[in-house]
């Protein structure tokens, strides 16, 4: 079923918000008060305007259209996925049952928790990202961050338009709560622990959007499966625009790793920081940390959070109807990853509660596809060094080896072990300091910071060298 989609209202979107005078209402009061957010936590640095993708539609034949806007501008718009008036839930105990069009009483709780928490995950990062603009490595890239930005934003507004329209007024109350928490703040911090970390510099928002907005990409594919239509038709919208992040890191990622192997080979060193780039052992250092935090955004090990989630068909798994078994699991049995007398292990567990490990494990292997790529681009260059995903229980703060240290190879340490050997691993100061000096702007069109190299392609079949930003 195709809705139109409304390009001329005040909020642009393809749900009829005309028809609903009230909601209608509602969102416009709230407009205000994510502009002022926009104002004040959003991104620093003045711009006149931006080479930016707008979503304008969601059909076939193309959704975005791409221009010069100032980014106050940007036309933030809700848009779902089309319908499918045939859908069925695909899982849990309502499997077979038409998708619901409404919020079923018993789960309003619930699923107003899930839409909360990926919510707040979207404004957190513009805060993260805020002061990034300021130190660009080129105009490229600049705009890319300002894409990423105003795409968060607009997913903001697809979770806040999901509490308006159906959750009452414990709905609004947490659409305002929304803007009000903080990255980083001490009273009033984001929710997950990856949202409160700082972004200080480009290594790190290229491993962000590789591995933390990864995270996203896998928590939208399960609320994608969702037996809510109105959020699995958001989230399926969502992961279009997300596709441009993932290539935002992974490109980032390769990109830094390509310069550092050119200066390696062209002065037969690995110790290049004088030279202008980064160590790898830096940039694995970064890679361990950033793998790491949102390793633990997938939750416990074990939750009855999931399990419930599951049942009640609000929460699905990756590819769920690609699966082949009951789509129910009652008697399933799956490995967890477990610490259990004193050992790393793993152990057999019930698979519904082992759903967030289930779906741990999909982003692994994805993340690990990101390493193969960038040795292979170590490889191409003659080097022999190599990049690795740490251990599962390294670094971690959330489920079974919450409680522990283990080395990036596994083994377990002690409290003072840890302490003594943790800047091997994981960026020190002196390491941030050196990245950071690295970080001076390029704001200049065409051109690029030494440390890294430019990009392939340009966006939208530009050249590296268009204006892709017009700074104020
Ligand atoms: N930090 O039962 P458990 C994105 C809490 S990223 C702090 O194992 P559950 C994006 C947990 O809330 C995707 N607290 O948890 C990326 C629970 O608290 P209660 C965001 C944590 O519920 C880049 C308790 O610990 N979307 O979109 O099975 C840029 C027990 O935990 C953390 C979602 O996450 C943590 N890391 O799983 C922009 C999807 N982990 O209930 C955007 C929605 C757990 O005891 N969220 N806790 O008070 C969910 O599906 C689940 O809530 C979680 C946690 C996967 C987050």
């Not at 909020?11 to 205000?32: G, H, K, M, Y």
Request: aromatic share 10%.
């Amino acid at each position: 079923m195709t809705m139109a989609s409304d390009y001329t209202e005040k909020i642009p979107n393809n749900v009829d918000l005309r028809e609903d005078r009230r909601l209608q209402r509602a969102l416009e009061s709230w407009q205000p008060n994510f502009l002022n957010w926009w104002e004040s936590m959003g991104p620093t640095l003045p711009t006149r305007d931006v080479y930016l993708r707008t979503a304008v539609n969601v059909g076939r034949e193309g959704w975005a259209h791409f221009g010069h806007v100032p980014m106050r501008d940007y036309r933030w718009g809700i848009f779902l996925a089309e319908r499918d008036p045939g859908r069925r839930i695909a899982f849990g105990e309502h499997k077979g049952e038409p998708a619901w069009q409404k919020v079923p009483g018993e789960y309003r709780a619930d699923l107003q928790r899930l839409v909360v928490i990926q919510g707040d995950t979207e404004p957190a990062s513009v805060e993260q990202q805020r002061n990034l603009g300021a130190t660009a490595p080129s105009l490229y890239d600049l705009r890319n961050l300002f894409q990423v930005n105003v795409e968060e934003g607009r997913h903001l507004w697809a979770m806040v338009y999901l509490l308006h329209a159906y959750f009452g007024r414990e709905g609004r109350e947490e659409a305002e709560e929304l803007l009000h928490r903080n990255s980083g703040s001490e009273d009033a911090p984001r929710i997950l622990g990856a949202f409160n970390e700082e972004t200080p510099d480009w290594l790190s928002f290229y491993m962000f959007t590789y591995f933390t907005d990864r995270d996203g990409k896998y928590q939208l594919g399960t609320l994608k499966e969702s037996g809510f239509d109105p959020l699995s038709r958001t989230c399926e919208f969502m992961l279009k625009e997300e596709a441009h992040h993932m290539m935002v890191g992974t490109t980032g990622v390769d990109r830094v790793v390509a310069r550092t192997a050119q200066v390696m080979v062209e002065n037969d060193t690995d110790d290049v920081a004088a030279l202008g780039v980064i160590p790898l052992n830096v940039i694995q250092k970064y890679l361990n940390f950033h793998y790491s935090v949102s390793l633990d955004l997938f939750g416990g090990e074990t939750s009855t959070n999931v399990a419930n989630y599951y049942t009640a068909g609000l929460k699905g798994r990756w590819l769920e109807e690609r699966r082949k078994d009951d789509h129910r699991l009652t008697s399933d049995a799956m490995m967890i990853d477990t610490f259990s007398d004193g050992e790393i292990g793993q152990t057999e567990v019930s698979a519904l509660v082992g759903l967030n490990s289930d779906l741990r494990h999909e982003y692994i292997s994805d993340c690990q596809s990101g390493v193969n790529r960038w040795n292979k681009i170590l490889a191409e260059a003659g080097l022999t060094q190599r990049l690795a995903l740490p251990h599962i229980a390294f670094n971690r703060k959330v489920g079974a080896f919450g409680a522990i240290e283990a080395s990036p190879g596994g083994e377990q340490l002690t409290a003072d072990e840890w302490q003594r050997s943790k800047g091997q691993w994981l960026p020190t100061d002196v390491d941030k300091t050196h990245v950071r000096s690295l970080m001076q702007p390029v704001h200049e069109r065409g051109k690029i910071a030494a440390w890294i190299a430019p990009p392939r392609n340009g966006i939208n079949g530009k050249p590296f060298e268009y204006d892709y930003v017009h700074l104020a």
